[in-house]
Structures are given as structure tokens and as C-alpha cells.
């Protein structure tokens, strides 16, 4: 049969490549959801927001007690990223688990990863985070 023709041999593998590559971007361009901020899981996630932004003053909005840290550029934020794991509590206090990663400073990289534990009072409707947590663990409070 000389009329049958056959793919080229590159064009399969070339597709694969570049679904896997779509497949990553998508998941690298997904933006976070907003969460209702009245609520603990949205608390947090102001609040790492306001750290991620280095507004330091905003942050320590959402938390009980006073803390001074540095949280300006070139701090131990830079290149973190956040995931909610999940939320455990009743109407008065909660506990909010988040997923952090950050790129490794190894010189063949790679991710340092953990866990975040934030205990959040209800004072009136509105959601506090206890003291010490992230970053400020490594700040006078």
C-alpha cells in the first residue's frame, strides 16, 4: 500500500513534551482562591499575604500581641509559597495548617518544604492569630 503514510517519528514524542509543558504552566499561572477573610483559613491567608508583601504593619494587624521582625526585601519570605492543608476548630478558636515550600539555597536545588500551625481566638467575630507564628518565630515578640 503506497498510498498509507505514516507520522514522523519526532511528532509524537513533540506532543507529549509539549502537553506536559502546558499541563505546568497551568498549574504555575493558577492563581490561589480567595478566601473569605472572616473566617480562620482566610485570616491567614491575609495575613501571609501582608508578609509576602512585606507589610509588616498589616500583618501584625492580625495578630495578637507585638512583635518586631524584619520583613523587608531580602528576608526569609523571598520565593515562599503557601497551601492550605486544613482547619480544625469551633466557632471561638481554630487552628489553620498550611503547606509551605521554598526554594532551596542548595546549589543543585530543590525545595525546602513544611508545615505551619496557626491558633486563631475569635474575639467578637473577628479571627486573631496567637503569637509567635511565621516568620516572626525569628523576631523579638
Not at 53 to 60: F, L, P, R
Request: hydrophobic share 40%.
Amino acid at each position: 500500500m503506497a498510498g498509507d503514510r505514516k507520522l514522523p517519528g519526532w511528532l509524537l514524542p513533540t506532543v507529549g513534551v509539549l502537553a506536559v509543558v502546558a499541563l505546568v504552566a497551568a498549574g504555575v499561572l493558577r492563581e490561589a482562591p480567595e478566601l473569605d477573610p472572616t473566617t480562620p483559613e482566610g485570616t491567614v491567608q491575609v495575613y501571609l499575604q501582608a508578609v509576602f508583601d512585606g507589610d509588616q504593619e498589616a500583618a501584625a494587624a492580625l495578630t495578637e500581641g507585638e512583635c518586631d521582625a524584619n520583613l523587608g526585601p531580602g528576608s526569609q519570605v523571598d520565593g515562599v509559597s503557601a497551601s492550605l492543608e486544613s482547619v480544625e476548630g469551633d466557632e471561638n478558636q481554630a487552628t489553620v495548617i498550611v503547606n509551605m515550600s521554598q526554594p532551596s539555597s542548595d546549589p543543585f536545588g530543590g525545595l525546602s518544604e513544611w508545615q505551619e500551625w496557626f491558633s486563631l481566638l475569635n474575639h467578637d467575630g473577628t479571627w486573631m492569630i496567637q503569637q509567635p507564628v511565621w516568620p516572626y518565630y525569628a523576631g523579638e515578640c
